[in-house]
Nanobody, 118 residues
Framework: QVQLVESGGGVVQPGGSLRLSCVAS????????MSWYRQAPGKERELVAY????????DYADSVKGRFTIYRDNAKNTVALQMNSLKPEDTAVYYC???????????WGQGTQVTVSS
């Protein structure tokens, strides 16, 4: 059964760092396009970062470039989001998303709350 579980969220001061982790089960996430989204209260869900299953292609929203890094740990079947220099506007629920290589079905985790506040 396909399942994604995010963890690592919490409360951090501006300028601080957090590392989010998305643990996949029921599939090998190295075969999938993996991405992180976030949604702040009252705002649309937005793409933060993604990583394809080949060529190591990654990309980021302009708002997080230079601060966030998406990476995979294939041994743990996880994808992580390292978030540095956090800003209050980064406050949101962060979701992990997987896209299957053939069916292109999408799967979402339940989300993890990130709050950046003094």
């Amino acid at each position: 059964q396909v399942q994604l579980v995010e963890s690592g969220g919490g409360v951090v001061q501006p300028g601080g760092s957090l590392r989010l982790s998305c643990v996949a089960s029921g599939f090998t996430c190295s075969d999938y396009t993996m991405s992180w989204y976030r949604q702040a209260p009252g705002k649309e869900r937005e793409l933060v970062a993604y990583s394809t299953d080949f060529h190591g292609l990654t990309d980021y929203a302009d708002s997080v470039k230079g601060r966030f890094t998406i990476y995979r740990d294939n041994a743990k079947n996880t994808v992580a989001l390292q978030m540095n220099s956090l800003k209050p506007e980064d406050t949101a629920v962060y979701y992990c998303k997987a896209i299957a290589p053939m069916s292109r079905r999408t799967y979402w985790g339940q989300g993890t709350q990130v709050t950046v506040s003094s």
